[in-house]
């Protein structure tokens, strides 16, 4: 069966947004206030409409970057479902309707044709700016900035990996390994624990990845949902899980025995891209330009559970509790080996898709 991609990694527990201080989840329609009289900066535009995975990040999306967007231009945030393919049909037609999207990163390099081009100059950014500078593309650019590690409970005695290669030594580190049931991560991860530096991992060596994957197949299990790789970490049906940071952060943050091995974190993003063709091409880079700001982003990083600040500056300011669990707090960036390589899987992602599919069905 296929997993849910990272849509599932939005759908935070309304726990979760009590841990971190945000409000209760509400419908993916719900609007942020509305603002004061005074007429709208962008005449015809009734409201500003962001589609996302929805999930409790709604809530973080229209609090953060919603409410100073509706106060500096007096037009309504609302957040819609993503799906690629009403995003395509949407350009196709010429009947845009969105604003800004919260695209992968594959599917920025994959599909630029179906979205406009960002105006750097208006949005006030440079690539100096960003935590990496491959996350400012010209069709996109990051939002959000999570981390692929490894977690382990720290309740046993069991000796848990410190790197990759040690996570798939099964021999000098007994016990029960997860792995995300999709090729995007996995594969890097694989390759990484083959001993592969990441200055040579790409272009993937897709057939050695499932090489290295097939190796320890006795002592793994694949998860397909974040919820479920929280589960078996949780419940023991796994050792050591590899999955996304905010996830084990929750974990740690509510009090469970569970710790994260940040040691050769791959950083991974998702970005603001624009469908191409809108009416309101101005307001989408105003919308950009108020969410990419420091304090915005250190804002949607604590009500939406530790999704990090793309921009630097927005690590100074997060909260205490929360910068252990970021990957982009300077100790933890320090260990990181680098980023997905979206320029390469916005190519591959349909053909290494198709291969993953067959090989776990095997």
Not at 82 to 102: C, I, P
Not at 162 to 170: A, I, K, L
Request: charged share 15%; net charge neutral.
């Amino acid at each position: 069966m296929s997993p849910v991609s990272r849509r599932d990694f939005m759908k935070y527990s309304v726990g979760a947004a009590a841990v971190f201080g945000a409000a209760a989840c509400g419908t993916s329609s719900t609007p942020a206030p509305s603002a004061s009289a005074g007429g709208s900066k962008y005449p015809g535009l009734t409201q500003f409409t962001m589609a996302d995975w929805g999930g409790s990040t709604d809530q973080a999306f229209l609090s953060a970057y919603g409410k100073p967007f509706t106060k500096a231009t007096g037009v309504p945030m609302v957040s819609v479902a993503l799906d690629y393919g009403k995003l395509q049909a949407q350009v196709q037609n010429s009947q845009v309707t969105w604003g800004d999207t919260d695209s992968e990163g594959w599917f920025v390099h994959a599909k630029s044709d179906l979205l406009e081009p960002l105006d750097y100059a208006a949005i006030g950014l440079t690539a100096a700016d960003m935590v990496k500078p491959e996350f400012m593309q010209p069709n996109g650019v990051a939002n959000y900035v999570y981390g692929w590690v490894q977690a382990y409970r720290t309740d046993t005695k069991k000796k848990h990996p410190t790197n990759w290669v040690e996570f798939f030594d099964t021999k000098n580190f007994p016990g029960t390994r997860s792995l995300y049931n999709y090729c995007y991560g996995s594969l890097e991860l694989a390759l990484l624990g083959d001993g592969v530096p990441y200055d040579q991992l790409y272009p993937l060596d897709v057939e050695r990845a499932f090489r290295k994957i097939a190796s320890i197949k006795k002592d793994l299990v694949y998860w397909n949902t974040g919820a479920q790789s929280q589960q078996f970490l949780v419940s023991g049906t796994a050792d050591f899980v590899a999955g996304w940071n905010p996830r084990f952060g929750y974990l740690a943050l509510t009090g469970l025995p569970v710790a994260i091995e940040w040691n050769q974190q791959m950083l991974a993003a998702d970005y603001h891209a624009v469908p191409k063709g809108g009416k309101y091409a101005a307001a989408s880079m105003e919308f950009i330009k108020t969410a990419m700001q420091p304090e915005n982003q250190a804002n949607f990083a604590e009500l939406s559970g530790g999704l990090a600040g793309s921009v630097t500056k927005a690590n100074d300011t997060v909260p205490d509790r929360l910068k252990p669990w970021l990957p982009t707090t300077p100790e933890n960036l320090a260990k990181s080996v680098g980023a997905q390589n979206d320029t390469w899987w916005g190519t591959n992602f349909d053909a290494v898709n198709a291969q993953w599919t067959k090989f776990t069905a095997g």
